[in-house]
């Protein structure tokens, strides 16, 4: 099992910046990438952005490429997106995952941080 939790979330004006952070706890070792998605209300759940582990490889969705940037902490099992240039559509709930599925989908997933981007 791997337990991930999310903080850093909040209320910030449009084109202003948070930092999100997630750490990871537990069979760390068994994870081949972590990712960002975020579910606004009443639309689906969408992909942020992932990064492989431990290479590094990053991905990121359109939407949020050249504003959005993810980083990690290897020492402290922690994984962090970096949000500038914010704007009132990056307004949801930002979840973290990780896949413990080399080709398979996210199985651990956090409990999710609220991200309010005002006008």
């Known amino acids: 099992q791997v337990q991930m939790v999310e903080s850093g979330g909040g209320l910030v004006q449009a084109g202003g910046s948070l930092r999100l952070s997630c750490a990871a706890s537990?069979?760390?070792?068994?994870?081949?990438?972590m990712g960002w998605f975020r579910q606004a209300p009443g639309k689906e759940r969408e992909f942020v952005g992932r990064?492989?582990?431990?290479?590094?490889?990053?991905e990121y969705a359109e939407s949020v490429k050249d504003r959005f940037t993810i980083s990690r902490d290897n020492a402290k099992n922690t994984l962090y997106l970096q949000m500038n240039s914010l704007k009132p559509e990056d307004t949801a709930v930002y979840y973290c995952?990780?896949?413990?599925?080399?080709?398979?989908?996210?199985?651990?997933w956090g409990q999710g941080t609220q991200v309010t981007v005002s006008s």
């Open positions: 537990g069979r760390t070792f068994s994870v081949y990438r």
């Open positions: 990064m492989r582990w431990p290479e590094g490889n990053l």
């Open positions: 995952a990780a896949s413990s599925n080399r080709f398979g989908g996210y199985n651990y």
